[in-house]
Protein backbone atom coordinates (compact mmCIF):
# COMPACT_ATOMS: atom_id res chain seq x y z
CA UNK A 1 0.00 0.00 0.00
CA UNK A 2 1.33 3.48 -1.08
CA UNK A 3 1.41 6.55 1.15
CA UNK A 4 -1.39 8.17 -1.54
CA UNK A 5 -4.04 5.13 -0.02
CA UNK A 6 -3.22 5.34 3.28
CA UNK A 7 -3.23 8.97 3.57
CA UNK A 8 -6.70 8.85 1.80
CA UNK A 9 -8.26 6.97 4.67
CA UNK A 10 -7.84 9.71 6.81
CA UNK A 11 -9.85 12.60 5.50
CA UNK A 12 -14.02 11.69 6.00
CA UNK A 13 -14.69 13.79 3.36
CA UNK A 14 -12.91 11.50 0.82
CA UNK A 15 -14.03 8.80 1.92
CA UNK A 16 -17.97 9.58 1.82
CA UNK A 17 -18.50 11.50 -1.90
CA UNK A 18 -16.51 12.58 -4.71
CA UNK A 19 -14.66 15.51 -2.87
CA UNK A 20 -12.86 17.83 -5.52
CA UNK A 21 -13.08 21.22 -3.52
CA UNK A 22 -9.66 21.18 -1.56
CA UNK A 23 -9.46 24.34 -2.49
CA UNK A 24 -12.70 25.72 -0.50
CA UNK A 25 -11.16 23.93 2.38
CA UNK A 26 -9.98 20.18 3.04
CA UNK A 27 -13.03 18.57 5.28
CA UNK A 28 -12.50 16.90 8.91
CA UNK A 29 -9.63 14.82 9.14
CA UNK A 30 -9.20 11.46 11.81
CA UNK A 31 -5.85 13.16 12.68
CA UNK A 32 -7.22 16.56 13.27
CA UNK A 33 -9.80 14.97 15.88
CA UNK A 34 -7.27 12.94 17.38
CA UNK A 35 -5.02 16.36 17.78
CA UNK A 36 -7.99 17.67 19.88
CA UNK A 37 -8.05 15.00 21.90
CA UNK A 38 -4.48 15.60 22.50
CA UNK A 39 -4.78 19.13 23.34
CA UNK A 40 -7.19 18.68 25.71
CA UNK A 41 -5.41 15.72 27.73
CA UNK A 42 -2.08 17.43 28.20
CA UNK A 43 -4.11 20.47 29.46
CA UNK A 44 -5.30 18.52 32.30
CA UNK A 45 -1.85 16.68 32.64
CA UNK A 46 -0.57 20.56 32.94
CA UNK A 47 -3.39 21.38 35.27
CA UNK A 48 -2.76 18.92 37.46
CA UNK A 49 0.99 18.38 37.28
CA UNK A 50 1.12 22.07 37.89
CA UNK A 51 2.76 23.19 34.95
CA UNK A 52 2.98 27.03 34.78
CA UNK A 53 3.13 29.28 31.77
CA UNK A 54 -0.74 30.65 31.50
CA UNK A 55 -2.70 28.85 28.79
CA UNK A 56 0.11 27.88 27.05
CA UNK A 57 1.56 25.52 29.61
CA UNK A 58 4.67 23.89 29.30
CA UNK A 59 3.42 20.69 27.39
CA UNK A 60 1.66 22.98 25.05
CA UNK A 61 4.44 25.13 24.53
CA UNK A 62 6.15 21.69 23.05
CA UNK A 63 4.15 21.34 20.30
CA UNK A 64 3.97 25.38 19.30
CA UNK A 65 7.94 25.29 19.43
CA UNK A 66 8.01 22.12 17.27
CA UNK A 67 4.77 23.62 14.48
CA UNK A 68 7.23 26.54 14.67
CA UNK A 69 10.17 24.66 12.95
CA UNK A 70 8.21 22.40 10.95
CA UNK A 71 6.29 25.61 9.34
CA UNK A 72 9.99 27.12 8.67
CA UNK A 73 10.57 23.88 6.76
CA UNK A 74 8.37 24.55 4.96
CA UNK A 75 8.77 27.37 3.51
CA UNK A 76 12.62 27.43 4.33
CA UNK A 77 12.54 30.24 6.31
CA UNK A 78 15.85 31.89 7.89
CA UNK A 79 14.41 30.85 11.55
CA UNK A 80 11.73 29.59 13.57
CA UNK A 81 11.67 32.75 14.98
CA UNK A 82 10.29 34.22 12.16
CA UNK A 83 7.53 33.02 12.11
CA UNK A 84 3.96 34.10 14.30
CA UNK A 85 0.59 32.48 14.17
CA UNK A 86 -2.54 34.27 13.28
CA UNK A 87 -5.94 33.45 13.00
CA UNK A 88 -5.99 33.62 8.90
CA UNK A 89 -3.90 35.06 5.44
CA UNK A 90 -5.86 38.04 6.27
CA UNK A 91 -4.90 38.99 9.74
CA UNK A 92 -0.85 38.46 8.34
CA UNK A 93 -1.49 40.68 5.74
CA UNK A 94 -3.00 43.30 8.12
CA UNK A 95 -0.38 42.91 10.71
CA UNK A 96 2.25 43.69 7.65
CA UNK A 97 0.68 47.17 6.12
CA UNK A 98 -0.68 48.78 9.58
CA UNK A 99 2.85 47.92 11.07
CA UNK A 100 5.04 49.19 8.37
CA UNK A 101 6.72 52.51 7.88
CA UNK A 102 5.37 54.06 4.95
CA UNK A 103 6.18 57.53 3.74
CA UNK A 104 4.76 59.81 1.62
CA UNK A 105 3.88 59.06 -1.45
CA UNK A 106 4.91 55.01 -1.51
CA UNK A 107 2.61 52.59 -3.12
CA UNK A 108 2.00 49.22 -3.08
CA UNK A 109 1.26 46.90 -6.28
CA UNK A 110 -1.47 44.37 -6.56
CA UNK A 111 -3.76 42.72 -8.84
CA UNK A 112 -7.28 43.22 -9.48
CA UNK A 113 -9.05 39.80 -10.03
CA UNK A 114 -6.84 39.22 -6.31
CA UNK A 115 -8.71 38.02 -3.70
CA UNK A 116 -10.35 40.02 -1.14
CA UNK A 117 -8.06 39.09 1.20
CA UNK A 118 -5.48 40.32 -0.63
CA UNK A 119 -7.08 44.01 -1.81
CA UNK A 120 -9.09 44.59 1.36
CA UNK A 121 -5.83 45.20 3.78
CA UNK A 122 -4.63 47.19 1.18
CA UNK A 123 -7.13 49.40 0.22
CA UNK A 124 -7.86 49.81 4.28
CA UNK A 125 -4.81 50.32 5.31
CA UNK A 126 -4.30 52.69 2.74
CA UNK A 127 -6.59 55.51 4.09
CA UNK A 128 -5.18 55.53 7.25
CA UNK A 129 -1.42 54.67 6.39
CA UNK A 130 -1.29 56.56 3.32
CA UNK A 131 0.07 55.12 0.03
CA UNK A 132 -1.45 54.63 -2.80
CA UNK A 133 -2.81 50.98 -4.36
CA UNK A 134 -2.02 50.02 -7.69
CA UNK A 135 -3.78 47.18 -9.11
CA UNK A 136 -3.02 45.47 -12.52
CA UNK A 137 -6.95 45.76 -14.17
CA UNK A 138 -8.24 42.51 -14.71
CA UNK A 139 -7.22 40.62 -18.47
CA UNK A 140 -9.72 38.72 -20.36
CA UNK A 141 -7.80 35.71 -19.91
CA UNK A 142 -7.74 36.20 -16.06
CA UNK A 143 -3.26 35.98 -15.99
CA UNK A 144 -1.60 37.81 -13.68
CA UNK A 145 1.93 38.41 -15.86
CA UNK A 146 4.75 39.03 -14.14
CA UNK A 147 6.14 42.17 -16.40
CA UNK A 148 2.80 43.46 -16.36
CA UNK A 149 2.57 43.77 -12.83
CA UNK A 150 6.53 45.18 -12.11
CA UNK A 151 5.43 47.96 -14.48
CA UNK A 152 3.19 49.34 -12.25
CA UNK A 153 6.23 49.51 -10.02
CA UNK A 154 8.49 52.43 -9.23
CA UNK A 155 10.99 53.84 -6.85
CA UNK A 156 8.48 54.32 -4.19
CA UNK A 157 7.00 50.74 -4.42
CA UNK A 158 7.33 49.18 -1.17
CA UNK A 159 5.12 46.09 -1.78
CA UNK A 160 3.76 43.50 -4.10
CA UNK A 161 1.33 41.71 -2.87
CA UNK A 162 -0.24 38.59 -5.02
CA UNK A 163 -1.94 35.18 -4.14
CA UNK A 164 0.76 32.22 -5.41
CA UNK A 165 -2.12 30.76 -6.86
CA UNK A 166 -5.49 32.73 -7.15
CA UNK A 167 -8.57 31.19 -5.42
CA UNK A 168 -10.97 31.68 -8.26
CA UNK A 169 -9.16 30.44 -11.19
CA UNK A 170 -6.30 28.79 -10.11
CA UNK A 171 -4.05 30.54 -11.89
CA UNK A 172 -0.42 30.22 -10.53
CA UNK A 173 2.08 33.39 -11.28
CA UNK A 174 5.77 33.13 -11.15
CA UNK A 175 6.93 33.64 -7.76
CA UNK A 176 10.39 32.86 -8.66
CA UNK A 177 10.41 35.61 -11.19
CA UNK A 178 8.25 38.47 -9.66
CA UNK A 179 10.39 37.58 -6.38
CA UNK A 180 13.88 38.06 -8.31
CA UNK A 181 12.66 41.32 -9.86
CA UNK A 182 11.34 42.85 -6.45
CA UNK A 183 14.81 41.55 -5.01
CA UNK A 184 16.52 43.83 -7.64
CA UNK A 185 14.54 46.92 -7.32
CA UNK A 186 13.97 46.56 -3.46
CA UNK A 187 10.70 45.72 -3.40
CA UNK A 188 9.13 43.87 -0.49
CA UNK A 189 7.16 40.89 -2.06
CA UNK A 190 4.10 39.44 0.54
CA UNK A 191 2.64 36.27 -1.07
CA UNK A 192 -0.53 35.03 -0.07
CA UNK A 193 0.26 30.62 -0.05
CA UNK A 194 -2.68 29.33 0.93
CA UNK A 195 -3.62 27.92 -1.95
CA UNK A 196 -0.40 25.85 -2.86
CA UNK A 197 1.69 25.23 0.42
CA UNK A 198 0.90 21.41 1.13
CA UNK A 199 0.58 20.88 -2.60
CA UNK A 200 4.18 22.16 -3.70
CA UNK A 201 7.41 23.10 -2.63
CA UNK A 202 7.26 26.53 -1.51
CA UNK A 203 11.53 28.48 -0.95
CA UNK A 204 10.64 31.85 0.47
CA UNK A 205 14.42 32.26 0.54
CA UNK A 206 15.63 31.53 -2.97
CA UNK A 207 12.37 33.25 -4.49
CA UNK A 208 13.36 36.72 -2.54
CA UNK A 209 9.86 36.45 -0.76
CA UNK A 210 9.90 38.83 1.83
CA UNK A 211 6.53 37.65 4.16
CA UNK A 212 4.36 34.27 3.37
CA UNK A 213 0.71 34.15 4.74
CA UNK A 214 -1.09 31.42 4.92
CA UNK A 215 -3.76 29.28 6.69
CA UNK A 216 -4.36 26.20 7.58
CA UNK A 217 -7.32 24.49 6.49
CA UNK A 218 -6.85 23.61 2.97
CA UNK A 219 -3.92 22.90 1.16
CA UNK A 220 -2.25 22.25 4.81
CA UNK A 221 -4.98 20.00 5.73
CA UNK A 222 -5.45 21.28 9.53
CA UNK A 223 -8.50 23.47 10.52
CA UNK A 224 -9.96 26.69 10.03
CA UNK A 225 -8.84 28.78 12.75
CA UNK A 226 -5.18 29.06 12.57
CA UNK A 227 -3.11 30.44 10.27
CA UNK A 228 0.54 31.96 10.53
CA UNK A 229 3.44 34.27 8.59
CA UNK A 230 6.66 33.69 7.96
CA UNK A 231 9.13 36.57 7.54
CA UNK A 232 12.53 37.45 6.54
CA UNK A 233 14.94 39.45 8.92
CA UNK A 234 14.45 42.19 6.80
CA UNK A 235 10.95 42.97 6.84
CA UNK A 236 10.14 41.15 10.08
CA UNK A 237 12.57 44.04 12.02
CA UNK A 238 10.88 47.06 10.15
CA UNK A 239 6.95 45.80 11.38
CA UNK A 240 5.82 47.50 14.62
CA UNK A 241 2.57 45.50 16.33
CA UNK A 242 -0.64 47.69 15.73
CA UNK A 243 -2.01 45.62 18.94
CA UNK A 244 0.03 44.39 21.78
CA UNK A 245 0.31 42.19 24.63
CA UNK A 246 2.46 39.98 26.20
CA UNK A 247 4.85 37.92 24.69
CA UNK A 248 8.05 36.28 25.24
CA UNK A 249 9.16 39.23 22.48
CA UNK A 250 7.86 42.44 24.44
CA UNK A 251 7.60 43.92 28.00
CA UNK A 252 5.73 46.83 29.92
CA UNK A 253 8.24 49.55 31.91
CA UNK A 254 7.65 51.58 34.17
CA UNK A 255 9.81 54.30 35.37
CA UNK A 256 10.17 57.78 36.11
CA UNK A 257 9.41 59.07 32.81
CA UNK A 258 6.09 56.86 32.88
CA UNK A 259 4.79 53.61 30.90
CA UNK A 260 5.83 52.00 27.92
CA UNK A 261 5.75 48.90 25.74
CA UNK A 262 8.71 47.87 24.49
CA UNK A 263 9.60 44.77 22.25
CA UNK A 264 12.50 43.48 23.25
CA UNK A 265 13.22 41.30 20.11
CA UNK A 266 12.15 43.33 16.85
CA UNK A 267 13.81 40.31 15.20
CA UNK A 268 10.89 37.89 16.76
CA UNK A 269 8.00 37.44 14.92
CA UNK A 270 6.03 36.38 18.43
CA UNK A 271 5.99 40.06 18.87
CA UNK A 272 2.70 40.10 16.86
CA UNK A 273 1.45 37.10 18.56
CA UNK A 274 -1.75 37.92 21.15
CA UNK A 275 -0.37 36.04 24.59
CA UNK A 276 -3.01 33.38 24.41
CA UNK A 277 -2.73 31.40 20.73
CA UNK A 278 -4.84 28.99 19.30
CA UNK A 279 -3.17 26.49 20.70
CA UNK A 280 -5.88 23.67 19.61
CA UNK A 281 -5.63 24.85 16.18
CA UNK A 282 -2.20 24.47 16.55
CA UNK A 283 -2.21 21.16 17.60
CA UNK A 284 -4.10 20.01 14.46
CA UNK A 285 -2.02 22.26 12.56
CA UNK A 286 1.27 19.96 13.91
CA UNK A 287 0.03 16.24 13.02
CA UNK A 288 -0.80 18.04 9.30
CA UNK A 289 2.37 19.35 9.00
CA UNK A 290 3.70 16.38 10.29
CA UNK A 291 2.33 14.01 8.23
CA UNK A 292 3.19 16.14 4.92
CA UNK A 293 6.58 16.34 5.37
CA UNK A 294 6.65 12.77 6.21
CA UNK A 295 5.19 11.85 2.83
CA UNK A 296 7.09 14.64 1.13
CA UNK A 297 5.81 17.67 -0.08
CA UNK A 298 7.60 16.56 -3.40
CA UNK A 299 5.68 13.85 -3.60
CA UNK A 300 2.23 15.43 -3.40
CA UNK A 301 3.30 17.59 -5.74
CA UNK A 302 4.20 15.12 -8.35
CA UNK A 303 0.76 12.76 -7.59
CA UNK A 304 -1.43 16.30 -7.80
CA UNK A 305 0.23 17.11 -10.97
CA UNK A 306 -0.58 13.67 -12.35
CA UNK A 307 -4.16 14.58 -11.40
CA UNK A 308 -4.33 17.73 -12.87
CA UNK A 309 -3.05 16.69 -16.08
CA UNK A 310 -5.50 14.02 -16.19
CA UNK A 311 -8.21 16.28 -15.37
CA UNK A 312 -7.47 19.34 -17.83
CA UNK A 313 -6.71 16.82 -20.26
CA UNK A 314 -9.70 14.73 -20.04
CA UNK A 315 -12.13 18.12 -20.42
CA UNK A 316 -10.76 19.50 -23.28
CA UNK A 317 -11.38 16.27 -24.97
CA UNK A 318 -14.72 16.71 -23.70
CA UNK A 319 -15.09 20.06 -25.53
CA UNK A 320 -15.01 22.07 -22.54
CA UNK A 321 -12.04 25.00 -22.22
CA UNK A 322 -10.01 24.77 -19.00
CA UNK A 323 -8.67 28.04 -18.26
CA UNK A 324 -4.92 28.57 -19.00
CA UNK A 325 -2.75 25.40 -19.61
CA UNK A 326 -1.60 21.79 -17.86
CA UNK A 327 1.69 24.14 -17.86
CA UNK A 328 3.18 23.77 -14.48
CA UNK A 329 4.78 27.44 -14.49
CA UNK A 330 0.93 28.86 -14.63
CA UNK A 331 -1.04 25.72 -12.94
CA UNK A 332 -1.28 23.93 -9.89
CA UNK A 333 -3.99 21.87 -8.05
CA UNK A 334 -6.84 23.78 -9.91
CA UNK A 335 -9.21 23.16 -12.66
CA UNK A 336 -11.71 26.03 -13.76
CA UNK A 337 -13.44 26.72 -16.42
CA UNK A 338 -16.81 28.41 -17.90
CA UNK A 339 -19.50 26.40 -18.86
CA UNK A 340 -22.93 27.89 -20.72
CA UNK A 341 -25.28 27.41 -17.49
CA UNK A 342 -22.47 27.14 -14.54
CA UNK A 343 -25.48 27.84 -11.79
CA UNK A 344 -27.53 24.19 -13.31
CA UNK A 345 -23.86 22.34 -14.20
CA UNK A 346 -23.10 22.79 -10.28
CA UNK A 347 -26.69 21.31 -9.16
CA UNK A 348 -26.11 18.95 -11.80
CA UNK A 349 -22.43 17.52 -9.92
CA UNK A 350 -23.96 18.22 -6.20
CA UNK A 351 -26.88 15.93 -7.47
CA UNK A 352 -23.96 12.55 -8.44
CA UNK A 353 -22.36 13.38 -4.67
CA UNK A 354 -19.71 15.47 -6.45
CA UNK A 355 -18.03 18.07 -4.46
CA UNK A 356 -16.60 21.37 -5.79
CA UNK A 357 -17.08 25.00 -6.17
CA UNK A 358 -18.82 27.71 -8.59
CA UNK A 359 -17.45 30.61 -8.41
CA UNK A 360 -18.56 34.19 -8.72
CA UNK A 361 -21.33 32.51 -10.17
CA UNK A 362 -19.28 32.13 -13.29
CA UNK A 363 -16.64 29.09 -12.39
CA UNK A 364 -16.83 25.26 -12.26
CA UNK A 365 -13.41 25.04 -9.90
CA UNK A 366 -11.96 21.71 -9.68
CA UNK A 367 -9.59 21.44 -6.86
CA UNK A 368 -7.24 18.63 -6.18
CA UNK A 369 -5.63 17.20 -2.71
CA UNK A 370 -3.20 15.03 -1.71
CA UNK A 371 -6.40 12.67 -1.11
CA UNK A 372 -7.74 12.61 -4.30
CA UNK A 373 -7.09 9.77 -6.81
CA UNK A 374 -7.98 8.61 -10.68
CA UNK A 375 -10.83 7.85 -9.61
CA UNK A 376 -12.12 10.27 -8.93
CA UNK A 377 -10.72 12.40 -11.30
CA UNK A 378 -12.75 9.66 -13.68
CA UNK A 379 -15.91 10.00 -11.94
CA UNK A 380 -16.24 13.96 -12.16
CA UNK A 381 -15.35 13.12 -16.06
CA UNK A 382 -18.04 10.67 -16.27
CA UNK A 383 -20.09 13.13 -14.71
CA UNK A 384 -19.60 15.96 -17.13
CA UNK A 385 -19.63 13.79 -20.25
CA UNK A 386 -23.13 12.43 -19.24
CA UNK A 387 -24.07 16.38 -18.72
CA UNK A 388 -23.06 17.48 -22.05
CA UNK A 389 -24.90 14.69 -23.83
CA UNK A 390 -27.85 15.06 -22.28
CA UNK A 391 -27.36 19.03 -22.67
CA UNK A 392 -26.43 18.87 -26.47
Given at each position: ????????????????????????????????????????????????????????????????????????????????????????????????????????????????????????????????????????????????????????????????????????????????????????????????????????????????????????????????????????????????????????????????????????????????????LDNPGIYALHDALEI?????????????????????????????????????????????????????????????????????????????????????????????????????
Amino acid sequence: MNWQEDYRKLFYAANHCTYLDQAYDCGSTLYGIKAMEKYFEDWNRAAVNVERGGPGRASHFKVVNETREMIRQLVNADSADHICFTRNTNEGLNTILHGFPFEPGDNVVTAEIEHSSVIMPAVNASKTKGFEVRALPAREDERIPVDELMALTDEHTRFVLVSHVQSKNGYRIDIEELGKQCFERGIYLVVDAIQSLGLEPFDMRKWHVSAVNAAGYKGLNAVISIGFTAYDEELLKKIVPTYIAYTFATKLVHDENGWDVIVTEPGNARKFENSSLDNPGIYALHDALEIILNIGVDNIYTHVRSLHKALWNGLKELGYEPLFSDDPKESLGIVAFKPKDPQEMYAYFRSRNIALSLNGGTHIRVSLGGFNNLNDVQTFLQAAAEYKQNKY
